[in-house]
């Protein structure tokens, strides 16, 4: 299995000379068969990119499977602008959570219609069609099984286990650690006081998250903040490349990507953070990756 | 006045190589009247760094007054919204004009939805949000005299703006499809005698998207610059696969043709009229 980097970064795309290097679209990533058969994660602008590479290639198109973690817009903004979906023979099998489902045809007809896209979903050539996940209920996506797992994120977000091949690979995005509740359904202002359940109901989050990503290969992980910038914002949601080793040291992981990285770093703060973090990793014994657009990780088995 | 252009793309942001001279962010252009008074057009992500910016000014004190039009509703021209920064300091006021069929206000709830947008509602923004559908008759505001109208556009959401200060006339059709026939009328009176028109130019490849989805191109653009005598025109709002080359290329060939100054907007770049 590999996994390909179309887009990396959290909240809004960044193009220009700072950002080229690590890339400046948001998230998506491309989960690769060694037969070639494909499983997209989230539909931030990087998609817009792999669609088109898609219809140049003239490759058969068929069946995608997409696994939508959240619609915060930064991953689901390139949807309208994926080419395939205007291919007649296309379908797009979309992977989302009950909540999202339920608004994800509104949404998208939404976006896709007079107010922001200027193509009505109608018009889209290919088949959608929509399939609820749930947390522990494991499916089969054409060559993988997927299982799902709750993240702690505004209005709640999913992230995804991955296995083909005989090896695994889970995606962690976008994830707060478990020191603030999240996932709650209103507007944060700033970090509110939690109650014994609130506890209770993070400790649960963590454990499950811990569980679904014990002995995986590669782990690609939220990790939008230095800690310096989680101090200060640590009711937006996202984590640090701290945290994110904290989850996965013990836990058998043998490569943390650092994903979804805040629109504000620029390639230099970059280089800065992964020589930092692969350090650290090496000390734990794991491998730590900053993913760059266009990367192509080969997701490798234990021996 | 004068402007400056935070962002110059249509549809959506294009970082790459490609189009690293001229710049890969959405629609979003500051203008100054003499006094140093800001007005901008379009909240594309190009406005992400021109927030920052303001936060040097009275913005960053809460005391900043901007007003925003709208060319069009879709997200490369709103989509930044909830990540500019004066929107997030109390005691600002930011006045927003645009149309949509179901009326502005909604058009933001949509683009604010808790399910697609942490911020969860534009009421949770802290500055003071005006929402103005378009208004039908000319208006004032922040020192610039401000006329709207719509213009033909697929989804009848293209707003064509007049503003005018320090006695200059700077006009924007950057949401406008130009079907077969005579110009309208809508387009010709806002662009008449400009000093600058600011108009859509997208670069088409044969096949791509319908032609419903394209905008209007190039050529189109200097019909209207001469049909409705502008002096000066600048072309922007570019579409995604219109590299830097090509939309060189493109310059060149209208200055071939044209009697009157045209150039490409640029990331960055300040025009004085
Ligand atoms: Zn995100
Ligand atoms: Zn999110
Ligand atoms: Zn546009």
Redesign the pocket.
Known sequence: MQAVFWGVRGSYPVPGPETSRYGGNTSCVEIRTNAGERIIVDAGTGLVRLGEQLVQNGEQLGNFHLLLS?L?W??IQGLPFFAPIYQQGTQVSLHALRSDVAKLPEVLRRVARHEFFPVSMDEWAARLDFHEVHAGRRFGASAFRVRPFRLN??FG?MGYRIEADGTSCAYVC?TAPFFQVLHKKHFLRGPEPLSTADRRALQKLRSGLVEAIRGCDTVIYDTHYTPEEYERFPHF?HSTPDQALQVCAGQDVRCLVLFHHAPNHTDDQMDGIAEQYRALGAQLGMEVVTAREGMTLPVRGGT | MKLRFWGVRGFYPTPGAEFARYGGNTAACEVRNAAGQPLLVDVGTGAVGLGRALMGEAFGRGAGQLPILLTDTHLDHTGALPFFIPAFVPGNRLDLYGAAPVGLRRVLDALFDPHVC?INSIDNLSATIGIRDLPSTPFENNGFQIAGRRVPHGNDTGVGWRIEADGKVLAFLTAVDHPDGPLAESVLAIARDADLLVHIATWRDPGEWSSRRGGAVAHKALAVAHGAKAKRLCLSHYGPRCTDDRLEEMVRRLRDVSSLPVMASREGEEIEL
């Open positions: 959240h915060h930064d991953h994120h505004p977000a976008d949601g | 942490p």
